[in-house]
Nanobody, 121 residues
Framework: VQLQASGGGLVQAGGSLRLSCLAS????????MGWYRQAAGKERELVAEITSGGATKYADSVKGRFIVSGDNAKNTVYLRMNSLKPEDTAVYFCKVVGRMSYFGIRPFDHWGQGTQVTVSS
């Protein structure tokens, strides 16, 4: 299973960005897909996640500004980030938890490569 994240960049405060993460490989199901971020000198933290059933969870700091969505058929998770603030600056990582086909059905828990989001004031 491989995860490919895209969509990061530099944006002014108040602007918007959309991140995408495509999971590929012998995926049987992508049960939970989400986004984490790690700012310089800080620990990685959950930003938002969505289950295959559509249940979502957000960090308090992004509620009302970020929207996580998923396309189960494409094994893709998106993060729409609105009203961005300088404190949102971080490397954003996608994570997918699910089941894969590899000599049988096995669980997997994979991270994508990070994508940098920089918000200027």
């Amino acid at each position: 299973v491989q995860l490919q994240a895209s969509g990061g960049g530099l944006v002014q405060a108040g602007g918007s960005l959309r991140l995408s993460c495509l999971a590929s490989g012998s995926i049987v199901s992508a049960d939970t897909m989400g986004w984490y971020r790690q700012a310089a000198g800080k620990e990685r933290e959950l930003v938002a996640e969505i289950t295959s059933g559509g249940a979502t969870k957000y960090a308090d700091s992004v509620k009302g500004r970020f929207i996580v969505s998923g396309d189960n058929a494409k094994n893709t998770v998106y993060l729409r980030m609105n009203s961005l603030k300088p404190e949102d600056t971080a490397v954003y990582f996608c994570k997918v938890v699910g089941r894969m086909s590899y000599f049988g059905i096995r669980p997997f828990d994979h991270w994508g490569q990070g994508t940098q989001v920089t918000v200027s004031s």
